[in-house]
């Protein structure tokens, strides 16, 4: 066994060089903890953001349901929810756990953006959904950049997801985005013009 100058163990490595890290799986310094590998913080980021767009899916559908955009937001709401649904079995499929208190933070932070000063205390503000809808149009721009990003792996794990499945998962993205668009210009025409 080597010892240093002061009596002290240096350790060899596989090649038995003086100083080199130990060898073993346990022994890794290198080694990543799946929680924190950036895909699995990347997904998690998206879920968080997947649990606090659907709350406010669900919301402004239902705050709209009477009105002209009422059905189109309720269908947004619904493949909002899928996509989310999606998101999940894709993590699964890459063996990437879900974080619960992301999903929790995620309920949470579409609660937070309630209470927001927009000049009304007791009724929703004519800009709130202007706002909301532009919340909205982010969040599936986010979400169309995921399945993008997905698209484009290269690795190993590429062969773990379903391309037909991520393409129209893409599309269908591209299509929300395009009618929140919509949803977004009348509601702000109706209200900065007032």
């Known amino acids: 066994m080597a010892h240093g100058a002061h009596g002290?163990?240096?350790?060899?490595?596989?090649?038995?060089?003086?100083?080199?890290?130990p060898s073993g799986d346990g022994d890794r310094a290198d080694a990543v903890?799946?929680?924190?590998?950036?895909?699995?913080?990347?997904?998690?980021?998206?879920?968080l953001g997947a649990t606090a767009g659907g709350e406010l899916a669900r919301r402004v559908a239902?705050?709209?349901?009477?009105?002209?955009?009422?059905?189109?937001?309720v269908r947004v709401a619904d493949e909002i929810a899928e996509d989310r649904g999606a998101l999940l079995r894709?993590?699964?499929?890459?063996g990437v756990p879900p974080r619960r208190y992301r999903m929790a933070?995620?309920?949470?932070?579409?609660?937070?953006?309630?209470?927001?000063?927009?000049?009304f205390?007791?009724?929703?503000?004519?800009?709130?959904?202007?706002?909301?809808?532009e919340a909205l149009r982010l969040g599936v721009e986010g979400k169309r950049l995921m399945w993008q990003a997905l698209r484009g792996l290269?690795?190993?794990?590429?062969?773990?997801l379903d391309d037909a499945e991520l393409a129209r998962l893409l599309n269908r993205a591209h299509?929300?985005?395009?009618?929140?668009?919509?949803?977004?210009?009348?509601?702000?025409?109706?209200?900065?013009?007032?």
Do not use: F
Request: without cysteine; proline residues 7%.
């Open 33 to 47: 903890h799946p929680l924190r590998e950036p895909l699995a913080v990347y997904l998690n980021d998206h879920l």
């Open 121 to 133: 205390l007791l009724r929703r503000a004519p800009l709130s959904s202007v706002l909301e809808l």
């Open 175 to 194: 299509q929300q985005a395009e009618a929140l668009e919509d949803l977004q210009r009348t509601a702000a025409a109706d209200v900065l013009d007032a």
């Open 154 to 160: 290269e690795g190993p794990r590429s062969s773990l």
């Open 90 to 94: 894709v993590m699964l499929r890459l």
């Open 62 to 73: 239902k705050q709209h349901a009477r009105s002209p955009a009422g059905g189109t937001l």
């Open 8 to 21: 002290t163990h240096t350790g060899s490595g596989p090649n038995g060089a003086a100083g080199a890290p």
């Open 105 to 119: 933070a995620g309920w949470l932070l579409e609660k937070a953006g309630r209470v927001k000063s927009n000049g």
